[in-house]
């Protein structure tokens, strides 16, 4: 099982470009999740969702979006990119009210 | 969610030292889970906790909630170089969300 699968690692992006992170697991979880660590920061949520067409805002939802039309994948899409994006970005996967399995993260910058 | 708060937000100590980080909430938690994550690694699961006044041992280290539910603790016995990184704390709400603390970073002098 290769667990939660995060592309690409890095990426630069200019201000107002847009790009997708991929995140695709392999465990069946029903439960995925999309967070971002800023320094000192801790993890915040961004969205979520519960199971293949359903999902839901976290707690800093504002320039993203989401969707997951399987149970294997659950990309993140960043339109018009700004500064304040610039983040390490993590995905994770669980069967519910239990331990998350993230994966490796991607280190956005956005100048 | 709800705001788990995580003290201290640092901390250094010489190998061989204990080290504790504790998470406090001002409501009653549901369960609390442990993460650890290492410098440049991703946030790896250490343990969950469900019961009120539950004590879970893992080697050195020791996991607590307290009897309220409102507070929980990580202590490790005899800090060792491959301790090093940043321990969190996260609330495991009823709507399976988890609200993480902002986490205690630990580091070793050998």
Redesign the interface.
């Known amino acids: 099982n290769a667990g939660v699968t995060q592309t690409p690692k890095f990426r630069i992006l200019k201000i107002g470009q847009s790009m997708t992170l991929q995140c695709t697991q392999d465990m069946n979880h029903n439960y995925m999740y999309w967070y971002r660590q800023d320094p000192g920061m801790g993890l915040k949520l961004i969205y979520y969702s519960v199971g293949a067409g359903i999902t839901d805002k976290g707690e800093v939802p504002n320039g993203y979006n989401v969707s997951r039309s399987t149970t294997e994948d659950f990309p993140l899409r960043l339109e018009l990119a700004a500064p304040s994006q610039t983040s390490v970005y993590f995905c994770a996967s669980s069967w519910g009210n239990e331990k998350l399995f993230f994966g490796s993260g991607t280190q956005l910058s956005v100048l | 969610?709800q705001q788990v708060m995580?003290i201290p937000?640092y901390q250094h100590v010489q190998e061989g030292e204990d080290f504790t980080t504790y998470c406090n909430s001002s409501t009653t938690l549901?369960?609390i889970?442990w993460?650890k994550q290492r410098p440049g690694?991703?946030?790896?699961?250490l343990i969950?906790l469900v019961k009120s006044g539950e004590v879970k041992k893992q080697k050195r280290l020791t996991f607590q909630f307290g009897e309220a539910k409102k507070n929980s603790s990580l202590h490790i016995t005899a800090t060792q170089t491959t301790d090093v990184g940043t321990y969190?704390c996260?609330e495991?709400g009823?709507n399976?969300?988890?609200?993480?603390?902002?986490?205690t970073l630990l580091t070793v002098n050998p």
Do not use: D, I, M, R
Request: glycine fraction near 20%; charge should be positive.
């Open positions: 969610g995580q937000q549901s369960n889970q993460y690694g991703h946030p790896v699961f969950q969190f996260a495991g009823s399976y969300k988890l609200t993480f603390g902002k986490g």
